[in-house]
């Protein structure tokens, strides 16, 4: 990066990331309460509120399971390719091997075959099909992708397991594994050197708007697989 490119926080990556977040949120709105830019979130209160049955938990936690899948496995390709060079390597983020733990805590060894047929929706497909498009392929990207998932896991993640653990009673983290991060002890600390990352990865200004562009689009992928269980809430109300 030149001289001449600097740019001051406001103008950062980081900054410009957060800002297409805030519009993903439902204009900041929902940001504490009924999740990001959905007309009538039943399935997403539900899920918080102790008032869904196990298939409907299963699903939502099948979804996760076929994003981070596509995600993880670009993540692996890029490392191959890349090696140390690779700075999004972070191992303590992935999410896969604890998601196997929580399908089979809800669903039991057949869950492979239900997974990918009866909770692989339209909705979740169009987001694995984009991420097998392009996230391995291209690093800014996948870098967009890698923000979008693993800050929101970091943030409302948080939230939603503390208040799902509660409403359903669960003692510990089984069944929930997905939303504990052993490695990270301090996830606000662990999200502003993950934003210094973005700002320090010397991505040029166009690919600093790919990635913006790329991160209001999963947003979409993110609303639409969530439309998906809302259609069939019904099926899923305890
Ligand atoms: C019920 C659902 C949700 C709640 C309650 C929620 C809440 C929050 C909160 C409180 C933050 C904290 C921001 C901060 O650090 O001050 C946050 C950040 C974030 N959320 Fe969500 N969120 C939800 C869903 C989502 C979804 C579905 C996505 C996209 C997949 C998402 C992506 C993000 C990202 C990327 C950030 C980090 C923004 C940044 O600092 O750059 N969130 N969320």
Redesign the pocket.
């Known amino acids: 990066m030149s001289a001449s490119d600097h740019r001051d926080p406001a103008g950062s990556l980081?900054a410009r990331?957060?800002e297409v977040?805030?519009g993903?949120?439902g204009g900041g709105k929902?940001?504490?309460?009924?999740?990001?830019g959905q007309q009538d979130?039943r399935f997403?209160k539900a899920y918080?509120r102790g008032g869904l049955n196990r298939e409907g938990i299963a699903a939502q936690a099948a979804q996760h399971f076929l994003m981070y899948e596509a995600l993880e496995r670009a993540a692996e390709l890029h490392h191959e390719r890349l090696g140390d060079s690779f700075e999004f390597w972070l191992p303590e983020l992935h999410r896969l091997p604890r998601l196997t733990a929580d399908l089979e805590h809800w669903i039991g060894s057949s869950w492979q075959t239900l997974v990918r047929e009866r909770y692989n929706t339209a909705g979740i497909a169009a987001y694995v099909d984009r991420l097998n498009a392009v996230a391995s392929t291209s690093l800014p990207l996948f870098v967009a992708h890698h923000?979008?998932?693993y800050?929101?896991d970091?943030?409302?993640?948080l939230?939603?397991a503390r208040a799902f653990r509660e409403s359903y009673g669960m003692e510990g983290d089984t069944g929930t594994r997905f939303y504990t991060f052993d490695e990270i002890s301090d996830p606000?600390a662990y999200?502003a050197a993950y934003?210094e990352r973005l700002d320090n990865a010397g991505f040029s200004a166009a690919e600093q708007a790919e990635i913006a562009r790329e991160?209001a689009l999963?947003?979409d992928l993110?609303?639409n697989a969530?439309a998906d269980l809302e259609r069939r809430y019904k099926e899923y109300a305890a």
């Open positions: 980081s990331l957060r977040s805030f993903g949120h929902n940001w504490s309460g009924d999740g990001p979130p997403a918080m923000y979008t998932r800050l929101a970091l943030s409302g993640g939230m939603i606000k999200k934003r991160v999963a947003y993110n609303n969530a």
